[in-house]
């Protein structure tokens, strides 16, 4: 077997806890508790190892990671040991006081989301009154300490329309980058389906609005842009394929190729208590089970594409025909696909349901 090269990010995943109830959060809806949740001493074991394996950076999410109050020791210790470190969060648990701390140890680069660019559509989204607010203050606050400022925008069919808008808040913050990410369908996302779809109108609207802000901002925002896949014709290579560039590791310490993984049933992933990162990375049945292009069926096997998008997302495939190993229902080659695109637009011309809030106990 050919060496496995070293993933280039870990994601942390250092809580399930969080102030926001988005109803398209990326973590799974068995959420964690935080008696399960990994000590200090075990992320910093795990920050080493990953440092002996070659990781460059390190992304502190969660839930909300500003939920831990050890977060400046293991952004310190990330600093000490030379991983890069972001900060994915929220927002809404910081002050100038925390951030500063978080600067002081070593900090490099906040990742901030926003819901919308009206503050009473945010905070319904959201689930949380007064976060927009908060969110602009820190945002400014995050500029002031010298830190480099990306935007999360996660749109969808209750926000889409104002999406020029958000940009221009994006550049009004003095944001360096945006990632405008159509909502993609696992975990609270997929329970919520038919009031997060967009039409295919707002997507068309949506990427105009996109090609015209890159053209005015040029060279003050990059702007990344995420077409949702269900009116794709060709998926997207999933976190850069399957156990290929990044490593995920769960609150609780199972270690994951993506943050949506343990969607697909019949996969085991180890743990970091029990087997140490670079073994799981390289040797765990689950990390080898889809990577490379081996496992493909047709058409991937003998598709041109098969090492552009390395069969496109597994767990869309399992959440859509329930074999993780099928094409993936994104590509226009797939037999599902005319099925996929029927749903898009089923739902988005229906009337949008009630949210159903990510919290415990709404699985």
Same mark, same amino acid.
């Given at each position: ?187 609270? +996302?997929?329970?919520?389906?038919? %009031? $997060?779809? &967009?039409?295919?109108?707002? *997507?068309? !609207? ?119 190993? +099928?094409?993936?229902?994104?590509? %226009? $080659?797939? &037999?599902?696909?005319?099925? *996929?695109? !029927? ?21």
């Amino acid at each position: 077997m050919t060496a496995q090269a070293a993933p280039f990010a870990l994601l942390a995943e250092l809580t399930h806890r969080c102030p926001l109830q988005c109803p398209y959060c990326s973590n799974p809806v068995a959420l964690e508790r935080a008696s399960e949740e990994l000590t200090t001493e075990e992320w910093c074991r795990i920050m080493a190892e990953a440092v002996e394996m070659g990781v460059l950076q390190i992304h502190f999410s969660g839930g909300e990671p500003t939920a831990r109050r050890d977060l400046p020791t293991l952004v310190r210790y990330a600093s000490e040991v030379g991983l890069y470190s972001n900060l994915i969060t929220s927002g809404v648990l910081l002050d100038e006081a925390r951030l500063q701390a978080l600067v002081e140890a070593g900090l490099e680069h906040v990742q901030l989301s926003f819901q919308d660019s009206e503050a009473q559509s945010a905070d319904r989204i959201g689930g949380f009154r007064g976060g927009h607010e908060k969110k602009i203050e820190v945002a400014r606050l995050v500029r002031a300490a010298g830190l480099p400022l990306t935007l999360n925008l996660v749109v969808h069919r209750q926000n889409l329309d104002r999406l020029g808008e958000m940009l221009d808040m994006a550049v009004a913050l003095d944001a360096h980058r945006v990632e405008v990410a159509h909502v993609q369908y696992y975990g609270w +996302a997929l329970r919520n389906r038919r %009031a $997060l779809m &967009p039409t295919r109108a707002q *997507l068309e !609207r949506a990427t105009a609005v996109v090609d015209a802000a890159r053209e005015r901002f040029k060279g003050a925002l990059v702007i990344d842009y995420v077409v949702p896949d269900y009116y794709a014709r060709r998926p997207k290579a999933c976190m850069g394929g399957w156990a290929r560039q990044f490593l995920n590791v769960t609150p609780s310490g199972r270690v994951l190729p993506c943050h949506a993984a343990e969607s697909i049933t019949g996969l085991r992933f180890d743990s970091v208590r029990e087997r140490g990162l670079q073994d799981i990375w390289e040797n765990s049945e689950a990390f080898n089970k889809f990577r490379g292009t081996d496992w493909m069926p047709e058409p991937c096997r003998s598709c041109s594409r098969r090492e552009i998008d390395w069969g496109g997302c597994r767990c869309q495939a399992f959440a859509l025909t329930g074999e993780a190993d +099928a094409t993936d229902p994104a590509c %226009a $080659l797939s &037999p599902f696909h005319d099925d *996929l695109v !029927r749903v898009a637009e089923m739902e988005s011309g229906a009337a949008p349901p009630a949210f159903v809030y990510r919290r415990i106990g709404n699985a």
